[in-house]
């Protein structure tokens, strides 16, 4: 066949196609599905609780939509891989930068933790894991919008809530035979306690339109904090925001606030006739009708930190001593390869993963009583690669409601580390799952109008890229997970190269050949 009949054929089929396509353009335009407005309108019809707003778009506004989707799909492949690199470099060296944190706390005080209401303290600018009274020394903590203050509070954190319609919205999508996609959206509405302002003028279904108030009362939700609190009655540190931001063990306990302040705040407030009441021990409820809640009222909580003239209870701080203060750590960036949780190569793809890793006996400085000084291993060797960082990158900072040894607040600094890795795994390998699905987004798109080929092509396609994606990202994560272990990849090629060399010499030793047979013989 010569090129002119190649080139008529090609032509052919081609004007075969956009015929096609016109016709299904011309149906589409003429027969909109017959549950749906014309194409490119909407309507609106009421139902129970809400409304529902149907609204189509045609088969070639749908194909315009997908190149855009292609667009999206590419970025979020080619951004899922750096991403789960980053991740397993990351989570090693931090690792790493916990076990030096170990180390340092053997070749320092060389226990688990330190009473510095007992003893004073002179391990400055090293490692420390110590644990004392908690003292705010008479310093008090203001709450400015309602003119009261706290005694023996570390941490005060406030909660302002206003009952307001909500605006939910429900969308379902399902395409005709012609490739017209029909969109249904529900709109439902309640009244919820919400911190922020919900602006109800935007609302879709006119009854419930500019029904909530404005936020009538002067005051938001807010964290108090102390600026400096007193830290060991024998050491005297002092434990500043960094450190006091940790403390997050809030409670109710023996919190109460004054309801009288309330109101007066309230006969400040013009054209307002509301009333307050208790809402427990440290808790206030604003009504506009005493007994009957509504939109507009208001709720405030309060929870607390307290110190230890409340709790009666040691607080367990983990940093570096300068200056009779303590301040995150920072590791000088040196690491030893072998003193690191290494696992299994093959659990990069499990997310059971954030429950595993080291136990917490790897992180014990050998005792919790006073005991020479212990030095890390010697058989440990100190490394260094292009990829490590400089110090400074990572920096450990603790502080725990109780006495909690330095192994504990180690193994807890790890688990929130394997979470953290977990979810940016399972991130990267949906951002490679649905970049790679939208990639193919025009093609399905185009191949939703044939009736039963479209929607079995779409199931394929998605079956394929979930298989392929799933080996791609562990792959990737298995090859960063070990280029970031420079001693197991070196201790795994060694073991593979061992098991291909005794394979090929046992197969190249037991492969004898058979004898030829002779014709006749």
Known sequence: MGIMERTRDALAWMGLGVGMVGVFWTISELYPYPSSPRVGEAYLRLSQGGAVDI????????????????????ILFCASSPLLVWNECQAARYYRMLFRARDALRKGQGKERVNIDTKPLHREKELVCVHGKLDTNSRLITDSDFHFELENCVRLKRKVEMLQWVEHKHSTTEKDMLGNKVTRHEYTYSKEWRENHVNSEAFHEAKY?????????????????????NFGTEAKLLLHGAVIKQMGWYSTDNLSVPLDKFQEKLSEVSNQNASARSEGDAGVYIAYNP????????????????????????????????????IPWSDSGDFMYDKVYSGCVLAC???????????????????????????????????????EKPKGWFDLL?????????????????????CLQTILRLVGWLMMVFGLYMVF?????????????????????????????????????????????????????VVIGMVVGLTVWFGSTHNIPAKPTVAGG
């Open 55 to 74: 609204e189509t778009s045609s088969y070639f506004q749908e194909i315009q939509k997908s190149m855009g989707s292609f667009i999206v799909g590419m």
């Open 209 to 229: 339109r500019g029904h909530n108030p404005t936020w009538w009362i002067k005051a938001r939700s807010r964290n108090f904090d102390q600026k400096v609190v």
């Open 291 to 326: 007994g009957i809640s509504d939109v507009g009222d208001i709720k405030i909580s309060y929870i607390w930190v307290p110190d230890s003239n409340v709790t009666q209870r040691h607080v367990t701080v983990m940093g570096e001593l300068r200056d009779s203060n303590i």
């Open 349 to 387: 793809c499990c997310p059971c993963t954030a429950s595993s890793g080291s136990s917490i006996d790897d992180y014990a400085i050998e005792t919790d009583e006073e005991s020479p000084v212990l030095k890390p291993d010697s058989s440990a060797a100190d490394y260094k690669t292009f990829n």
């Open 398 to 418: 603790n502080a725990a409601d109780g006495e909690i040894k330095a192994s504990t607040l180690l193994k807890q600094n790890e688990n929130s580390e394997r």
């Open 441 to 493: 987004e025009p093609l399905l798109t185009i191949l939703d109008i044939i009736p039963i080929i479209g929607p079995i092509v779409r199931i394929s396609v998605f079956l394929l890229v979930l298989i392929v994606t799933t080996v791609l990202s562990a792959l990737i994560i298995a090859v960063a997970w070990i280029s970031s272990r420079p001693m197991v990849a070196l201790a795994a090629i």
